[in-house]
């Protein structure tokens, strides 16, 4: 059975960028992966460190997963639209229609990284500088964005027959007793760690103003020929039950929708649900460093950087989608578009059919399994590595060569023994390549005739920053023995997941730096694509005593 990983301790990252696509249908549209691709890609020109974050609705194609892999995205699937909705709402197949609401209900998730600050980016944008840069410039508020299109703060004039009659919402607000939020477009927005997290537990309450927004929309009909605007997603299956008074109980809660656009359902449901963070500071973002809509175009091209040279984000709409790949293509804006980021030093060629690993685009290059040996099994191989101990040879080195890829030679301090009979029945047993094959998609068989154990029983025993030589392309280590507590990182397996195949430079500068200690318990087992996910162990603490079994294996037919 796999399970949960237990994270002892994941070193805080100051800032983080993160997307999220779906789609009710499951595969999200080419249009949407080309924007999200073309802005990740954009964004990885003028920054290849910052975490990045997809969360991804339904189940795309392997290959998109394994694009997104390439550029150094941690990619999470969140399962369907619909689950997710149904968790906290009895109408989800309404609610499901409302396309755009999934795009501020990931925030929970991010408590894997912990940013202080955390900038949510539509797929729809083009990124011409350093994120960073707006992280630097924006410190103080709780929360930035542009203002929404249109609206009084719109350098456009303001259009409350179009767009957000401001009067309507402020109504709104102090019938809810919320706090006012000034409308702004959320396709580039940057949130402080304190909201973030307490959006996070308003998901609820989020949902009702959708439920809540969606029921007077069934109450009145919006004339399409005078507004321009079709009424929202899933508004005549909501009609047809309010005909037949099935959701009754939701008519008196009803709350007017301050626009004519039904496509800001999305973005109103979140102004509202804002208002409920006590204390909550707001404010826009500049255009000279954020553009949206007709602002990202000047002369009839896509505004560069060169032409405004503090610009890091445009925002361009869905529309505007063939007109901004047109100019690309044509303009040559962006270079080497399709080619992936490449950081200083040794990259490593890894095929296809690895990055395309379940291993890799849903568990960042691992995967741990609670039970996988039997309690026969594990007593026997728990008996079999004491025995073992006392033929055990020291493995010593304290000299890093700093090399780059695999077989390199990292400091080590542990003590390594043969395996034996029990130990070799089960590596070469043909259920275990059997299983192996299936969790990693891929061919695999035992890379030796024999496994062998690890010991980290004395005080400091450690082995640094590597990835696994050559044969050893997956690794699948139990865990024997541990007598420290599973909260205590001593003797840890750390591993970098932001830098799967990549070089071991950039980590040796700040070991802790993206490092995610796992701390198995006696009896969990870890499957692991070390040649390819940078990792090493902590040392153990005085007394205490950590016995793995170590068993090699091979991918065919391409070895990389």
Known sequence: MRVRLHLVRVVNESALVCYSVSHAGGQPSSTRLWQLLTSIRTLRQHNSEIPVVVFLYGTPAADFTASLVRLGVHVRQMGT?????????????????????????????????????????????????????????????DCYAREEQLTRRSRSGYRPDIMVDEDALAELVAQEGTAPIPPFNAGVLLLSQRVWIELAQLESIYFDYAWRFLTWMALNPQDVESTGYREGAGVDVLRARVANGIVADSLERALPFPSSNRWLIGE?????????????????????????????????????????????????????????????????????????????????????????????????????YEDLLDPDLMWALQTESMSAYWAATPEEQWIDDLGEGRGAHPRMRFMKASGGPAQTTFYQSDWLSAFLSRESGMEVVPAGSSGGYSYYTREGDFLGLHLDVDYC????????????????????????????????????????????????????????????????????????????????????????
């Open 268 to 368: 109103t449901t979140l102004w509202m649900t804002l208002g409920h963070i006590p204390g909550l500071t707001y404010f826009d973002f500049s255009p000279a460093h954020v553009r949206q809509g007709e602002e990202t175009f000047t002369d009839g091209g896509l505004t560069t950087r060169a032409q405004s040279q503090e610009l890091v984000v445009s925002h361009y709409f869905y529309g505007q989608t063939q007109k901004v790949r047109w100019h690309m293509t044509t303009e040559e804006l962006i270079r080497e578009l399709d080619q992936p980021v490449r950081a200083k030093g040794k990259m490593l060629q890894i095929p296809d059919e690895v990055l395309r690993s379940p291993l890799v685009t849903e568990g960042s290059g691992l995967a741990v």
């Open 473 to 560: 392309d997956m690794v699948l280590l139990t865990v024997l023995n541990d007598n420290s507590e599973a909260d205590d990182p001593s003797g840890a397996l750390v591993v970098y997941r932001d830098h799967i195949g990549g070089p071991l430079a950039p980590i040796r500068q700040d070991l802790e730096s993206g490092a995610t200690y796992l701390k198995l318990r006696s009896g969990q087992s870890i499957v692991m694509l070390g040649g390819i996910l940078p990792h090493r162990v902590a040392p153990v603490r005085r007394e205490q005593s950590r016995v793995l079994s170590v068993l090699c294996f091979t991918a065919k037919p391409t070895q990389y």
């Open 81 to 141: 639209y619909r689950s997710l909705i149904d968790r906290h709402h009895s109408h989800g197949d309404v609610l499901e229609q409302a396309r755009t609401l999934h795009r501020f209900l990931d925030l929970d998730a991010l408590t894997e990284w912990e940013p202080e600050r955390v900038l949510c980016l539509d797929a729809d944008t083009v990124i011409l500088g350093d994120v960073a840069e707006l992280f630097e410039r924006y410190r103080e508020g």
